[in-house]
């Protein structure tokens, strides 16, 4: 089973974690910046996974990284993940209006990197996680 871990577990990275994990991905580590919306998504992932933040993360051993913050906010993530993740992860984002470039230092650090946006209107998780059934 693939881990991952996801940076900003809001509307967008909410339905990322529902679906992934409903198809052989363990969600390990949430980073959030509000806790309780941190906090309700975790109880409805098995298992459960741990809640922290950036700045507060050790190493985070997930082979797969997911920053779904706002736009502004994901070059300081990637900055701030340089030395947190190992050689050889996959850091993707999901800004649909930055490439991957953006997450420059990530790849000089030996991580793969990419950019997708799901091209959906996300709500809320629950509601994402539908609509990504037909994306």
Do not use: W
């Amino acid at each position: 089973m693939q881990r991952i871990t996801i940076v900003g577990p809001g509307r967008l990275g909410g339905a990322l974690a529902l679906a992934m994990s409903a198809n052989n991905y363990q969600v390990e580590t949430l980073l959030y910046r509000n806790r309780g919306s941190a906090v309700a998504l975790a109880r409805k992932l098995r298992p459960r996974p741990t809640l922290t933040t950036l700045k507060d993360i050790g190493h985070i051993n997930s082979s797969i990284i997911l920053i779904a913050t706002q736009d502004p906010d994901i070059a300081a993530v990637a900055d701030g993940l340089v030395n947190k993740i190992g050689a050889g992860s996959v850091v993707f984002h999901t800004s649909g209006s930055q490439s991957s470039d953006i997450l420059e230092p990530l790849r000089r650090s030996c991580c793969a990197v990419a950019s997708f946006h799901p091209l959906a209107s996300i709500s809320s998780p629950e509601s994402g996680t539908e609509r990504f059934k037909d994306a």
